[in-house]
């Protein structure tokens, strides 16, 4: 089952899908395929991976939610949000959090009325064999869960809810 994901870069919208992560990256970017490998980092900043074959020293560093790239004599600034932030807004906002990708819940360490804090762990999920923390996207109070552990969900799904504390 491919991701897919969209993005706008210099003010035209690019569709990616990936396809496989390993042993290397398998995606297509607006129809055409491309395998991407990192060969090894130079340091901390640097990367060098390989497209199609051919080789590329990758200079990055990240600022907040963007990360900066040069590769040859380009430079290039990205906008990231990870992906339950991404969904949560592609859904409508941070109030109902759902899932980016089909699975399982693990734990449900929220019940309904309860006072949340900003990065508290509501719920763990599993999909495609990682577990992963569904977190606080700001302080509020639990208004509805709508999962229970070894439940299986689809993409989408509504796992919790939240409102403002009065």
């Not at 390989?50 to 004599?73: A, F, M, P």
């Not at 990870?82 to 449900?108: F, K």
């Not at 763990?124 to 569904?134: L, P, R, T, Y």
Request: proline share 2%; charged share 20%; net charge negative.
């Amino acid at each position: 089952m491919a991701l897919e994901y969209s993005f706008n870069f210099d003010g035209t919208e690019h569709g990616v899908s990936i396809a496989a992560r390993n042993p290397e990256l398998k995606l297509t970017v607006d129809g055409i395929a491309h395998t991407v490998s990192e060969s090894g980092a130079l340091n901390e900043e640097c990367a060098l991976l390989t497209v199609d074959g051919r080789s590329y020293q990758v200079w990055r560093t990240w600022e907040g939610n963007r990360i900066h790239l040069r590769i040859g004599n380009r430079s290039f600034s990205v906008g990231y949000e990870d992906a339950i932030t991404a969904a949560q807004h592609h859904a409508g906002g941070d109030d109902t959090l759902r899932a980016d990708m089909p699975g399982v819940v693990v734990a449900v360490n929220a019940s309904v009325g309860a006072h949340v804090t900003l990065g508290d762990v509501l719920i763990v999920i599993e999909s495609m064999k990682m577990q992963i923390n569904i977190v606080a996207p700001r302080d509020g109070v639990v208004e509805a869960v709508f999962v229970e552990v070894n439940q299986t969900f689809d993409k989408g799904a509504q796992l919790i809810s939240l409102h403002a504390e009065s």
